[in-house]
């Protein structure tokens, strides 16, 4: 039996797939990124790593309420977004 999965972009993760308490806010508490010997180092010399992504089409420009809720989502993946 074939289900389909919905993903709804404004909906928030629960669960396993709730990656939010990776992020190590407020942004900007370890300083400036450097770039030393080929990496990435914060100013206080905290190593970081960059992960990205692309959102394509009509979800690059959406209303502010739909906006709102995209950022919470992205940050549940573990990622910074301000």
Known sequence: MRQRIRIHKAE??????DFSHLL??????????RVKDGHFYFEDGTRIRFL????AARSNTPNHETA???G???CQYGCECH
């Open 12 to 17: 928030t993760n629960k669960g396993a797939a």
């Open 52 to 55: 990205g992504f692309n959102m």
């Open 72 to 74: 919470c989502k992205i």
């Open 68 to 70: 709102e809720k995209i």
């Open 24 to 33: 190590d806010a407020p942004a900007g508490k370890h300083g400036f990124v």
